[in-house]
């Protein structure tokens, strides 16, 4: 028996296959076609599920999970991710359930990308047997999950902890989401890079200009780079000390391409946290690595997909999206 997964975001678009344990038998990849149509968007998504297909574990599949950059309405099975513009309402499970190889009686569950991460780790990760917690991943954009109660809470859509469209600045830049200051625009990779191109810096000759390039001259103490990172953990650590004074939190756990980034990201983070979380509730939440790094949002879908992970949800439509 093993569970498919899918999970889907503005750069890359993975699948595996995981094993009751959470264990991944194989993987496949290709880049996100971000700003391609929707149907070139689909076709993507259709040859990873081509190349999974092909292992001859696939027709053991028992179920599977798709987690994806959101909002997501997991009631209707349907995405809208801020950094993918061709898909809105996009009906995803349904298009991933028409898969001409889909073996019979398998429907894919629905999830945000930032969901499963949290269902994964607290899974088989950094807050396994953690009663309160903010999973987020810093990635491409940034979204977020909640435990609460000692489970994984996904809200009526799905889109419950997100994070990333929290403002922490009232006048701060627009948001392609239709609002201003959100954190996704401080400390997203494409906002940390773009904020130290602007501040001076550039990457070394023959280098793109990556949040990677740019945690790398952070680490060789170039200050424009340093800066874009300050900034970033600035506003993470504005929008988690609003959600602990909000929710109570027992722990903070942060994934994703830019969380790879080690203390360059959680050095600022977790010194900006000490000013902005003073309330004696909320001072002091512990800040932690992802232990499932980048696999965290595959074996999550697969969780989800195979119900081995409790995610509560409501069954009401979700509100109007992005625009």
């Known amino acids: 028996m093993v569970y498919g997964a899918l999970d889907i975001g503005g750069t890359k678009i993975a699948g595996a296959l995981v ?77 991933v359930a028409a898969h001409p190889r889909m073996p019979a009686g398998v429907r894919p569950v629905l999830v945000g990308d930032a969901v499963a991460m949290t269902a994964a780790e607290h899974w088989k990760g950094a807050a396994r047997g953690v009663d309160n917690a903010l999973c987020m991943v810093v990635s491409t954009g940034v979204g977020g999950g ?78 424009e780079a340093r800066a874009a990172f300050d900034r970033a953990g600035r506003a993470l650590a504005a929008a988690v000390a609003a959600t602990a004074a909000l929710v109570e939190l027992d722990l903070v756990v942060i994934g994703g391409g830019v969380a790879q980034a080690g203390e360059t990201l959680f050095g600022p983070l977790r010194r900006h946290l000490a000013d902005y979380a003073v309330l004696d509730f909320a001072r002091g939440v512990p800040v932690v690595s992802a232990a499932l790094e980048l696999d965290a949002g595959l074996i999550g879908a697969a969780a989800a997909g195979s119900g081995a992970v409790a995610v509560r949800s409501g069954t009401g439509p979700a509100g109007p999206g992005v625009p």
């Open 146 to 223: 909640l435990v609460l109660g000692g489970a994984v809470h996904a809200g009526p859509s799905g889109n419950a902890g997100h994070i990333g469209h929290i403002s922490v600045e009232q006048n701060g830049p627009d948001c392609p989401c239709g609002a201003r200051g959100c954190v996704e625009r401080f400390a997203s990779g494409t906002a940390i890079a773009a904020h130290a191109l602007e501040g001076g810096w550039s990457p070394p000759p023959g280098v793109a200009p990556t949040a990677a390039a740019v945690a790398a001259a952070a680490r060789d103490g170039n200050p």
């Open 19 to 95: 094993d009751p344990d959470g264990a991944l038998v194989v993987k496949a990849r290709c880049a996100t076609p971000a700003q391609g149509t929707a149907e070139e968007l689909a076709s993507a998504v259709a040859s990873v599920l081509d190349e999974l297909s092909g292992h001859p574990r696939w027709s053991a599949l028992a179920g599977l999970g798709i987690g994806c950059a959101g909002p997501v309405d997991t009631v209707a099975g349907t995405v809208s991710p801020v950094n993918i513009p061709a898909w809105r309402g996009f009906p995803l499970a349904e298009r």
